[in-house]
């Protein structure tokens, strides 16, 4: 009898197991399979998901958006973490078909390239990607550029010139010149969004300074909320951010400080704090590819969008924006798309004080692309 | 004074020791009564998630709060079944309850991902008192749930060393035959202290939730604050009080880092600071699950063995 219930538990015990990998298929794809009658197979790989209200959701929306002009129906594939483990999701999709690949995350790279070699009928994109790290030179596994699959495409776009604008709305909204910034990961794309927003902030407010702490992690509202509320302790009274969750923006509020957000229009998250927030519109690059790859060209070159061509915009303004502010923003916008201005044009030194651009000098794009300093005015530690 | 960083981090080190004193104390309940529950961050995760749903959709956080400490104790009831009744390896099935847990409410949360907490419990109001110098931001900003979750640690010590009941539930984790012999059931009395040690596990894990987390999003709620818990109550010897102590000691460890940050100090990396708190639970979790376990200090005596009368 003794036995019997010893072998009843461990069933039961297993059974427990096994009930839980079924509810925890977080991976799990949220559409059936395309319809018949779609020219093209799309799939995209979400490092979170399309409700994050952040990174996600604006992809997601370019999605929906390249759904409706294509008539096709897209494969989701959510929290698809971005490291090795990746590369079985990428090859499942590619054996099923699909021949245009979107994802949606940096550390999607490595993994995605391998996929694109030994699947060359499949078209991938990768989001946030720099060919460059792939390679010997960049810390990857390829000779050089030509060793590269010739399927891969990266795609991401000049958020540098969003940021620069938020930074104005910053400047103007510190009372006290002191800006927090929550960050990533030190990493070219976020060092470059740190140091265009602060250009911004001084360009309006010459002695402002903007404190950065790392959370090494992209997404976990409450790491987010932890480091925000240290910055707010420590005395700033705007908080800036390149993270998925809107956490920074309740903690400003909750501290009557102010908030530029990243990603999407979210100002309900934290209505009296939002000032306004860089944002993205994937729609027309995921349309202009999905057409490309319908009509047989896998699109291989480092797409690198705008505010010119819509990729990068700028969210509404917060109620405390002035309209001052607003038209002062509205103006350098402007000047940005007709090409008369851009971010970085020096004088600008770097944090040390030594100088980095001439007066009048515009910085490379590849400069840019794999920036790896802050600019004065920043105060924290490029490394991390 | 009371806007200085240190204050104010010490201030919130007691804010994040409220989740770890509740998840501890529910795990302390459980293990004095000789049943380990290694299930903490599966109940603690799924208490969040529910006590989201519950809180979201009644408008209430006072449901939220129930309903969570509600879903703990019947999560603690799948792992009292399995192991007091059906006499299951308690280390198996409460890592079974982590995975389950997580899977649950990675599944219930699903619909619910991104979004906002609708109603936050705010802090209490002591007008002048939050004034005093250093005393006011880390005594008298807390909110109500903080307060009485430090009493009922506090209480706890009390009903543990001072009743009889309390010298039932430590003589149960002690030695459970002659609990027995006195004519007492020792599986009644281990399934109630499971019971409750998981209602105050969910309770911890809705507050998290509800007062602590911004919005609710799968698997990045509570960052293993099931594990340092279930270290915690090594540290504290099972002793409700040393809790406290330790909990806001672990809370000020996971704040550290940021505030490092935050005041350019660089000598120590940030990370190595954030690491401590989980090099510590693992030295615990080591010494809690070998054999020897029950020479650790405090630790009672039949923890992790059934109890089986026909076998005496």
Redesign the interface.
Same mark, same amino acid.
């Given at each position: 009898m003794k036995k019997f219930w010893k072998l009843a538990a461990a069933a039961a015990a297993a059974s427990l197991i096994v009930a839980a990998c079924g509810g925890s298929d977080s991976a799990s794809d949220t559409t059936s399979a395309p319809a018949a009658k779609t020219d093209v197979k799309v799939a995209v790989v979400y490092i979170g998901v399309p409700t994050d209200k952040g990174w996600t959701y604006q992809h997601e929306q370019g999605i929906l958006q390249l759904e409706q002009e294509l008539g096709v129906e897209v494969k989701r594939v959510e929290n698809v973490k971005d490291d090795a483990t990746s590369e079985a999701v990428f090859e499942q999709l590619a054996a099923d078909g699909y021949q245009l690949i979107f994802a949606t995350s940096f550390g999607y790279g490595a993994p995605m390239a391998r996929v694109a070699a030994k699947h060359p009928e499949a078209c991938f994109q990768w989001a946030t990607g720099a060919k460059f790290l792939l390679t010997k030179a960049g810390g990857g596994e390829y000779a050089d550029f030509p060793a590269l699959p010739t399927n891969l495409g990266t795609y991401f776009g000049a958020a540098e010139e969003a940021r620069y604008l938020s930074g104005i709305a910053a400047g103007k909204a510190t009372k006290n010149g002191k800006i927090g910034y929550v960050a990533a990961f030190p990493i070219p794309e976020v060092l470059r969004g740190i140091n265009a927003f602060t250009l911004g902030v001084r360009s309006v407010n010459p002695d402002a300074t903007v404190q950065v702490t790392w959370t090494k992690t992209w997404f976990d509202p409450t790491i987010e909320k932890q480091a925000a509320e240290s910055l707010l302790d420590s005395g700033v009274d705007v908080l800036a951010q390149h993270q998925d969750t809107t956490a920074a923006g309740v903690a400003a509020q909750a501290k009557g400080a102010k908030w530029v957000g990243y990603n999407s229009d979210v100002k309900e998250a934290a209505p009296d704090a939002w000032l306004t927030a860089p944002t993205w519109n994937w729609g027309p690059f995921y349309i202009k590819t999905a057409k490309a790859v319908a009509a047989g060209n896998c699109p291989a070159d480092e797409a690198y969008g705008n505010m010119k061509d819509g990729m990068v915009t700028l969210a509404s303004f917060g109620k405390s924006v002035d309209a001052a502010t607003q038209s002062l923003i509205e103006e350098k916008k402007a000047a940005i798309i007709d090409g008369s201005f851009a971010p970085f044009t020096g004088a600008i030194n770097k944090q040390d004080g030594k100088p980095w651009l001439k007066a009048g000098e515009k910085a490379e794009l590849g400069a840019l692309l794999s920036m790896d300093f802050f600019v004065e005015g920043v105060v924290g530690s490029a490394k991390g | 004074m009371n806007?200085n960083?240190w204050v104010?981090?010490s201030a919130?080190a007691v804010t994040i020791a409220t989740t770890l004193i509740l998840a501890a104390l529910g795990a302390l309940f459980t293990e004095r009564a000789g049943v380990l529950n290694l299930g903490v961050e599966g109940i603690l995760l799924t208490s969040a998630i529910s006590s989201f749903l519950a809180a979201d959709s009644s408008g209430s956080i006072w449901v939220g709060l129930a309903v969570g400490a509600a879903v703990g104790a019947l999560l603690a009831g799948?792992h009292a079944?399995?192991?007091v009744v059906?006499?299951?390896?308690q280390i198996?099935?409460g890592l *079974?309850?982590v995975? =389950?847990?997580?899977?649950?409410a990675? =599944?219930l949360g699903?619909?619910a991902?991104?979004?906002?907490v609708a109603t936050i419990i705010k802090p209490m109001t002591f007008g002048p008192l939050t004034r005093i110098p250093v005393l006011g931001p880390i005594v008298f900003e807390h909110d109500i749930i903080t307060y009485g979750t430090i009493a009922l640690a506090i209480g706890s010590a009390w009903y543990l060393f001072r009743t009889r009941p309390g010298l039932e539930l430590r003589a149960v984790g002690d030695d459970p035959a002659t609990v027995d012999a006195q004519g007492l059931s020792v599986a009644r009395i281990r399934i109630r202290y499971t019971l409750l040690g998981g209602a105050l596990i969910g309770l911890g894990g809705s507050w998290l939730m509800l007062a %602590?987390?911004?919005?609710w999003? %799968?698997? *990045?709620?509570t960052?293993g604050i099931g594990w340092i818990a279930l270290a915690l109550v090594v540290f504290a010897g099972w002793h409700p009080v040393r809790l406290i102590f330790g909990a806001v000691l672990f809370g000020f460890c996971?704040?550290l880092p =940021?505030?490092l940050? *935050?005041? %350019?100090i660089?000598f120590i990396p940030? *990370?190595f600071m954030q690491m401590l708190p989980y090099v510590a639970t693992l030295i615990a979790l080591i010494a809690l699950s070998r054999p020897g376990s029950k020479n650790l200090r405090g630790a009672p005596k039949s923890l992790g063995n059934p109890f089986?009368r026909?076998e005496r």
């Open positions: - | 806007s960083i104010l981090t919130n799948v079944t399995l192991t059906l006499r299951a390896n198996v099935s *079974a309850l995975i =389950f847990g997580t899977g649950l990675n =599944f699903k619909p991902e991104g979004k906002t %602590q987390s911004a919005a999003h %799968q698997a *990045a709620t960052n996971l704040r =940021f505030t940050q *935050a005041e %350019q660089t940030s *990370a089986v026909d």
